[in-house]
C-alpha cells in the first residue's frame, strides 16, 4: 500500500542542515565545559581526531546505503551482512541511544526555562515533548522544516561567536581575564596542560558531542534524490567540523584561558558574557534551550523510524510499522514520546550524577552502531566487489581505515574503564546486550 510508505519530503537544505544540527548539540555547548577542563587546549584535538574517525564512518555509511536502494537505515545493511541478530541488536541499541540521550535533553529543556521562569522544571520539559509530538506527526516535511530552523539558529551563534572572536584578537582585546590572544592556548601549561591523562579522559564527551551525525542516514528513506543528497551532506562534514568545532573551540580558548571554565557552566555563555553584552546570558541560554529542543526532536525522529524499520524487519512489533495519512510511523513515534516522558519525570528525582551515567552509557552505545556501520562495510567490500567497483561514492582507504577506526573506538573505551567516572556505566552497559541477545534467542525459539 503506498499509505505504507515512507514520503521522500526531505529536500537538500532539510538534509543538510539535519547533518549539522545532528552533530553541533549539548555535547558541544555544554558538555564542552567539562572536557576543557580536563584536556585544556589540547581539546581541539581530541575533537579534530573523533571528527575525521566519524566522517570515514560516514562515508561507509553513504556507500552502503546508496548501493541498495532498499536499505532504510544501517539496521538493514547489517542484517545483509553481518546477520540478523545484528540488524535487531544495533537497531534495539539505537533506539536506546537516542531515547536516553533525548531524556537528557527534555529535561535540559525544563531546566533552560527556569532561567527565566519559576516553575517546576517537568512543565515545560512535558510541554516541549508535547509541542514536539504533534509537530511530528503531521509530516516529515515539517520535521524537516524544524530541524532546518533550529540548526540554523545554532549555526548563527557559532558564526557570531567566532566573528566577535576574530576581532577581539585582532584588536588585542581587553577582558576581565586578560588580554585576549592566540597565546592563551598554551601560556597556561601548554598545549597539554594535564598531560597525556587528561587529553585522553576528554574523549567520553567528546564522543557524546558528536552523537546524531549519523541520521542522515536514517533520514534516507524520507530524502529526495538520495543520490545526490546523502553525498552532498557527508561530503561537506570535514569542514563543519573544522569549522563549528575546532574554529569556535580556537576563538573560546584564545579568548579566555582555560583555566578560567566552569566544568558546570557551558564556555559559549561565559565568552559572551565576557564581550559585554547585556543580554548575553539570556541570548545564549535561548540558544541552548533550541539546542535541547532540537536534539529531543532529533530523537523522537530518528526512534519513531528505527521502531518502523525494525517492524518491517520482523525485528519489532507490527503496529510500529503502521503509518497514520501523513505518512509518519504514528505509534512508535507515541511509543517513543511515552517512554521519553516517563524519563522526564523519573529524572527529577534522580540525583546530578546520573545525567553523566546516562550520557556515557549513550556514547558507548552509538560507538557500538558506528563500530557495526565500518564492520558491514568490510564485509560488503569483500563479499560484493561487484557492487564497490559500480558505486558513485566510494569510501576512501578501505578496509585500512576502517579497522584504524575501529581500534580508536576500541582505545576510547578502555580509557572509560581506566576513568571512575565513565567506568560505572562502561560495566552497566553490557547488561543491555546481554538482554537483547537473550529476547532475539527468545523470539527464534
Known amino acids: 500500500m503506498a499509505q505504507q510508505e515512507l514520503k521522500r519530503d526531505l529536500k537538500n537544505r532539510h538534509v543538510q542542515l539535519i547533518a549539522i544540527g545532528g552533530t553541533i548539540g549539548t555535547g558541544l555547548f555544554l558538555g564542552s565545559g567539562q572536557a576543557i577542563r580536563l584536556a585544556g587546549p589540547s581539546i581541539i584535538f581530541a575533537y579534530l581526531i573523533v571528527g575525521i574517525a566519524l566522517f570515514f564512518v560516514m562515508r561507509a555509511l553513504g556507500e552502503l546505503l546508496l548501493s541498495n536502494a532498499g536499505y532504510h537505515t544501517f539496521t538493514d545493511f547489517a542484517v545483509d551482512y553481518i546477520g540478523p541478530w545484528a540488524g535487531y541488536v544495533t537497531g534495539w541499541t539505537y533506539w536506546f541511544c537516542w531515547i536516553m540521550t533525548a531524556m537528557a535533553d527534555i529535561i535540559a529543556v525544563g531546566v533552560y526555562v527556569q532561567y527565566w521562569f519559576d516553575i517546576p522544571q517537568w512543565i515545560p520539559a512535558l510541554a516541549a515533548l508535547v509541542v514536539l509530538l504533534g509537530l511530528n506527526l503531521l509530516t516529515v516535511k515539517l520535521f524537516g522544516e524544524l530541524e532546518f530552523w533550529f540548526a540554523l539558529i545554532k549555526v548563527i551563534t557559532i558564526l557570531v561567536l567566532i566573528a566577535i572572536g576574530i576581532v577581539m584578537i585582532v584588536t588585542g582585546f581587553q577582558t576581565s581575564a586578560g588580554t585576549v590572544s592566540v597565546s592563551n592556548l598554551w601560556e597556561y601549561g601548554g598545549l597539554f596542560p ?33 543520490k545526490k543528497n546523502i553525498p552532498s551532506a557527508i561530503n561537506k562534514i570535514p569542514l563543519r567540523i573544522l569549522f563549528f568545532y575546532v574554529g569556535a573551540l580556537f576563538v573560546i580558548l584564545s579568548i579566555t584561558p582555560w583555566i578560567q571554565f566552569d566544568a558546570s557552566s557551558s564556555p559559549f555563555v561565559q565568552v559572551f558574557s565576557l564581550v559585554g553584552i547585556p543580554v548575553a546570558a539570556g541570548i545564549i541560554n535561548f540558544v541552548v534551550l533550541t539546542s535541547a529542543a532540537s536534539a529531543c526532536n532529533s530523537g523522537m525522529f530518528s ?38 516522558s516517563i524519563g522526564a519525570l523519573l529524572s527529577k528525582v534522580i540525583p546530578d550524577q546520573a545525567f553523566s551515567i546516562v550520557t556515557t552509557i549513550s556514547a558507548i552505545c552509538f560507538i557500538w552502531v558506528w563500530s557495526i556501520i565500518l564492520i558491514s562495510h568490510i564485509i560488503y567490500s569483500k563479499k560484493r566487489p561487484d557492487l564497490r567497483r559500480k558505486s558513485t561514492f566510494k569510501a576512501p582507504l578501505t578496509p585500512f581505515i576502517n579497522y584504524v577506526v575501529l581500534a580508536l573506538f576500541a582505545f576510547i573505551l578502555m580509557v572509560m574503564f581506566f576513568a571512575e567516572a565513565t567506568r560505572t556505566a562502561l560495566l552497566l552497559t553490557p547488561l543491555w546486550f546481554v538482554l537483547l541477545l537473550f529476547l532475539y534467542v527468545s523470539r527464534k525459539n
Open 303 to 340: 526512534t519513531s523510524r528505527i521502531l518502523y524499520n525494525l517492524s518491517n524487519n520482523g525485528q519489532g512489533p507490527a503496529k510500529f510499522g503502521k503509518l497514520n495519512r501523513n505518512h509518519v510511523p504514528s505509534s512508535a513515534l507515541l511509543t517513543s514520546t511515552l517512554v521519553l
Open 194 to 226: 594535564n598531560g597525556a591523562t587528561g587529553f585522553l579522559l576528554a574523549f567520553q564527551m567528546v564522543v557524546f558531542a558528536f552523537v546524531g551525525v549519523e541520521l542522515v542516514g536514517v533520514s534516507a528513506a524520507e530524502t529526495a534524490d538520495p
